[in-house]
Structures are given as C-alpha cells and as structure tokens.
C-alpha cells in the first residue's frame, strides 16, 4: 500500500509552499491543500505560482518523487499546518476568516494524537479560540490533540534558506504540545527551536514587526524633520552610527509589504491607548508617503514657474522594497497613483514588472531620458551608480548615495 501523508499544509503561497517543499524535501509525505484550483493544477505539474529563488527547482524534484501533492481538500494526517493569509479588516481590526476556515476544513480529518499548528500571524489568543472552534465540533478529542503555535520570520528571495535555518518560537497550548511541535520541527528546520507558551509566541511575532515598524519609523521621521532644516538625512544617520550603541535604519517613501505594515495593527486594535509608540509608528510611516507626495508636487510646481512648462515625472520603483516585484501594501506604488490624478505626466518604472493594471510600465533608461524630475522611490539594484545630467533628482531612499 502506497504511503499516507504525514503533514497536510493548509495555504500554498508564499510561507505555505515553500514550507510544504522544505517538509518533502527532508522525505516526509506532504499534502499541500488550497482553494485556488489553478494553484493545485500548476503545483501538481511541478511549478510554481510565486517568485522565490530555488522553490521552482525543489517543487518539480518533490512532486516527481510522489512526496508532495496538492489538492483542494484535506486528508487524514499526523500533523496540520495552517499558513492562511491573516489580513485586516477595513477599521484595521484583524481578519481571522481565513484561518477559521483552514482549521474547519482540516477538524473532520483530525484523529487522536494529531499535531495541528497554525503559522499564519495572528492575534494573542487565536491559537486558544481555534482549539475551541476544534473541540466544538469533536468534543471527543479533548486531551487527546497536540496544538500550536509557530510563525515564520522569513525574508521573501531568501525563504527557503531562512525556513531551514532560521531560530524559531514554537508555543504550544500545553506542555506537551510544544514539545510534540519541537519534535516536528527538528526534522527539518536546522536553527534552534525555542520552547514557550502560545500566547507567548503569538505575540513574539507581532512583536518583532512592530520592533521593525517603530525602528523604521524613526529614521523617516528624522528624514522629514533634516528636510525642514537643510540637513541631508543619510549622513547624519551614517555619522550618528558612529557612536558604539547608536544604530539607525534607512529612511525610505513608507513602509509596505503585508507583514510590517499590517500587524502592529494587530496589537494596535487590541491594546488601543496602551499601544501609543506602536500606533504612533504606523502614523508616521503612513505620514512618509503622503509628505514625499507633497515634496515632489512643490519640486513640480517650482519646476512649472522657472521654466513655464510641465515637468515630466518618472517615478523610479513601485514594489515595496528593493528587487522583488511585490507590490502589497506598496508606499511607492500609493505614490505613483496619487501622481497620476494630477496633471503631470508620470512616467512609471518597475524593472521588476513588466505591466501595471494592463500597461506596460516605462523601461528606465527610457525614463531617465524622458523626465524632468526623477522621484527615486524604490532602491533597487538597477537604479544604483546611475548618471542623471541636468535632471532633477529626489532621491527618497538613499539609491543615490
Ligand atoms: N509572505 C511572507 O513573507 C510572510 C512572512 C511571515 C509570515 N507570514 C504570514 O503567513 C501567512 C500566510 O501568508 P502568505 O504570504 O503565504 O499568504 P499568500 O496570500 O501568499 O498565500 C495564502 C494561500 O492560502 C490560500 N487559502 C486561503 N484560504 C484558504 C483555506 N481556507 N484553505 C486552503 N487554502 C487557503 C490562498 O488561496 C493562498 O494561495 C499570513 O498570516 C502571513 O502574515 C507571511
């Protein structure tokens, strides 16, 4: 009889897929579960539906093997991971949906003895409340299921790496069930895994953004506070690194992506008055983009009085940070839409992209012969050492220096 599979991974994106290939690569049986047929159809031929270095070659290598197989529906398993999106909602308040509607899926598939471990970050005490969802539903269970709860910190282009060697929290509702989580784990993640409650880790991972959120939001305040006083923001920052205890970050047009920009949110709307630094932080990173907005229509403007025409603006970047073409959350991207309602002409580039909403995006050299004022907004690697002559250059990220 052919063998069942060990691990059912609820979620194949971006954390979920590469998780389900890292598991079969190390010979465990994985069964990858999403919604999205088409993503089932392509990941059973061996590809892949996302941009990650390395994933392609492992996918087709696990699923010819027969150790990884996708599917719309869950099986019976020893372990269940849920990687879901955890997304919020319009007053910014989490969007557990997704997650209640993984562990509904997988509850009439569980059996004694089973691990379930939810990755996806979530609000302090979801691990609890999607026990209580499990246990309405098979009361029998109780005492009888391992629980967990364990969040990816990974950094997308170097996931597969990171999944395998990065230090992991593992929180389990119990005793026991961290351990049982560690067990699994240690069979194919080589950092150490580090033992505490689910609570605990829950909130260690919103933590650990917010910690990013607040640090970044710190050196875009000071790059707007520099700006009022003629003070250029990079060098001040190397300068003040000098000191042995001082280390500030880039300031940047924002702060994107759907993890450092949405989950402090998490603790924001739970937490309210007592979470001001964090909320704070959010506000200021929000503020970044709309100030840089206004800084480049006063440089057009200017620019229209002296010389008695419209400016051309190339807009350099759309994703949300350097050389990746994800445009989640994008501060660069709110930027280039808030320009193109004005009546400049807006010339927008993204070497990561080929197309934008259906139009072709502007190659750069195109663009840098084009325009007038060049709005660097992304630091990528194709921006760096460029020679702009007798352009003007706004460079809000450091892609100049
Ligand atoms: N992407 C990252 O860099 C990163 C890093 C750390 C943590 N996380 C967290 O990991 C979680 C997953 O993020 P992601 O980037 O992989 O999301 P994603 O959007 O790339 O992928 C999620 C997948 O889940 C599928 N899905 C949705 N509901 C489902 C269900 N009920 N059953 C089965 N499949 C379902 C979707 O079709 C999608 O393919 C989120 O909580 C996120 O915050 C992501």
New binding site residues.
């Given amino acids: 009889m052919e063998k069942k599979f060990e691990v059912v991974v ?7 897929l590469p998780t389900a290939a890292l598991i079969a690569g190390n010979k465990i049986k994985v069964k990858g ?4 047929e088409e ?1 089932v159809k392509t990941i059973n031929k061996g590809k892949v539906h ?1 941009v990650e270095p390395d994933l392609d070659g492992l996918v087709s290598k696990v699923v010819s093997e027969k150790l990884m197989q996708a599917d719309t529906k869950p099986c019976e398993a020893d372990v269940f991971l849920i ?4 997304p919020f909602k319009e007053d910014h308040k989490p969007d557990l949906s ?1 997650v209640e ?2 562990v509904e ?1 997988v509850t009439p598939y569980l059996r004694k003895g089973n691990l379930l471990v939810i ?4 609000p302090v005490g979801t691990t609890g409340k999607m026990a209580d969802l499990v246990f309405q539903e098979r009361p029998e269970l109780k005492g009888d299921l391992f629980i967990a709860y364990c ?4 950094l ?1 282009g170097k ?1 597969l790496y990171e999944l395998e060697n990065n230090d992991r929290v593992i929180g389990g509702l119990d005793e026991s069930s961290a351990q049982k989580a560690v067990n699994f784990y240690s069979r194919f993640v080589k950092g150490n895994l580090h033992k505490t409650n689910a609570r605990t880790a829950e909130m260690c991972k919103l933590v650990e953004n917010s910690y990013r959120d607040v640090n970044i939001a710190f050196a875009n305040e000071l790059s707007m506070i520099c700006n009022e006083v003629d003070i250029d923001v990079d060098e001040l920052i190397m300068l003040a690194g000098k000191h042995p205890r001082v280390n500030i970050l880039n300031p940047g047009c924002g702060v994107g992506g ?2 450092i920009a ?2 402090p949110w998490f603790l924001v709307s739970e937490f309210g008055e007592k979470a001001k630094i964090i909320k704070a932080a959010r506000d200021v990173n929000n503020h970044k983009a709309d100030w840089v907005f206004k800084n480049i229509i006063t440089t057009a403007e200017k620019f229209e009085r002296e010389m008695k025409s419209k400016p051309v603006i190339a807009t350099m970047g759309l994703a949300y940070k350097p050389d990746i073409d994800d445009l989640r959350e994008s501060p660069a991207l709110y930027i280039m839409k808030r320009l193109k309602k004005t009546d400049y002409k807006i010339l927008a580039v993204e070497p990561n992209i080929p197309k934008y909403e259906g139009k072709d995006l502007v190659p750069y050299i195109e663009a840098e012969e084009k325009a007038d004022i060049i709005v660097y907004l992304v630091a990528h690697r194709e921006f760096k050492k460029r020679k702009i002559e007798n352009k003007i250059v706004l460079d809000y990220c450091g892609v100049t220096k």
Avoid: F, K, Q
């Avoid at 609820?10 to 979920?16: F, N, P």
């Avoid at 990687?83 to 955890?86: F, G, K, L, R, S």
């Fill in positions: 609820m979620g194949l994106g971006y954390i979920g579960i999403d919604l999205n993503v996302i990687a879901v999106p955890t997704y509607s993984a899926a990755e996806s970050t979530s969040p990816e910190r990974v997308p996931i759907h993890c949405i989950d």
